[in-house]
């Protein structure tokens, strides 16, 4: 096991050094000058140099990209232009928002995806069947944002409900975090539970149809112990592989999550940086969701080895 995460870890840095330099590249390419953002479309030419010499910007790409790389290997990923902090602090701060509401998703995502699979499956070609998997084409089919704004109506404008977006974190108020994140939650877990239900019933029924489930059951052991200890511990691995890129869907669409219902998070901070030329922000941004994205890689990897011993690596 040690030997594979040490593995998967070397094999993170190079995929983090060609994506900070595709994101440096990208980041130049964007049209505008963030020394204009900064200074206001009152400055004048002189202040908007000044700053530009301040900021570094008006030094070779090149130089710049050096830079960029000597104070990575140092843990420092720049000052924000806009905010005039450390990006590492700022997305610290951040972070906690994303993650919570991505859990709060997932859990929602494992609950709603896995009982319709299952039950489907069980129920294979019966009206529940059905109709589990018309609401999970349904799930699939319609846009997070479009659903999110659909339950903004329904829920916040006309039932007032809910709130329509902000944030209250969860340390401060356990029920105003329910409150604010519910919404944000449902919309990105009913679009990926769609996918998680699909794979878990054709795997499921994949399962069902093998020898040792039908000896299972002629041995006469009760049909929920079947299905949850023969069954479903046989599909964990095809499951697993969604549920990874699940995760990785969860963080990247907050992005769009977080921009619509108003959610302080890494989502609503990108978006912001993008908009305002913010280039440090960004890099450092992508760099770290980056790095979540691996770290979830690698914790499928392992998953594989614990929930099947039969499952190797190369030199493992």
């Not at 008006?58 to 290997?73: M, S």
């Not at 039950?119 to 699939?140: F, P, Y």
């Not at 995760?247 to 907050?254: D, E, N, Y």
């Not at 030329?277 to 499928?300: A, C, E, H, K, S």
């Amino acid at each position: 096991m040690g030997g594979i995460l040490v593995r998967r870890l070397g094999s993170a840095l190079p995929i983090m050094l060609i994506v900070s330099l595709i994101t440096f590249g990208m980041i130049h390419l964007i049209p505008g000058d963030p020394a204009v953002a900064i200074a206001g479309l009152s400055a004048t030419a002189e202040q908007i140099a000044n700053i530009r010499h301040d900021l570094g910007l008006d030094q070779p790409v090149f130089t710049q990209l050096w830079r960029w790389y000597a104070n990575l290997l140092t843990g420092d990923l720049g000052r924000s232009l806009l905010l005039g902090q450390p990006v590492v602090h700022v997305m610290l701060q951040r972070l906690p928002v994303t993650l919570a509401l991505s859990a709060y998703a997932l859990v929602l995502t494992l609950l709603i995806g896995l009982v319709s699979g299952i039950v489907a499956a069980l129920k294979q070609n019966t009206w529940v069947d059905q109709a589990a998997m018309v609401l999970a084409m349904l799930g699939i089919s319609l846009p997070n944002f479009y659903l999110g704004l659909l339950m903004i109506i329904l829920f916040a404008v006309d039932l007032r409900w809910l709130p329509t977006g902000g944030y209250i974190a969860f340390t401060a108020d356990p029920l105003g975090w329910l409150a604010t994140s519910t919404m944000p939650a449902v919309s990105q877990a009913l679009l990926l539970a769609g996918l998680l239900a699909r794979i878990t019933r054709s795997t499921m029924l994949e399962v069902l149809r093998q020898d040792y489930i039908r000896t299972a059951r002629a041995k006469g052991l009760p049909n929920h112990r079947v299905v949850l200890k023969h069954a479903l511990a046989n599909a964990l691995i095809p499951i697993t592989t969604v549920v990874g890129i699940i995760v990785s869907l969860l963080i990247s669409g907050s992005v769009v999550t977080e921009t619509l219902f108003s959610i302080p998070g890494i989502g609503q901070l990108l978006t912001q940086a993008v908009l305002n030329r913010d280039y440090p922000m960004v890099q450092g941004g992508l760099l770290i969701t980056t790095g979540l994205l691996v770290l979830v890689n690698i914790l499928v990897d392992v998953c594989y080895a614990l929930l099947d011993p039969r499952v190797r690596y190369d030199g493992a």
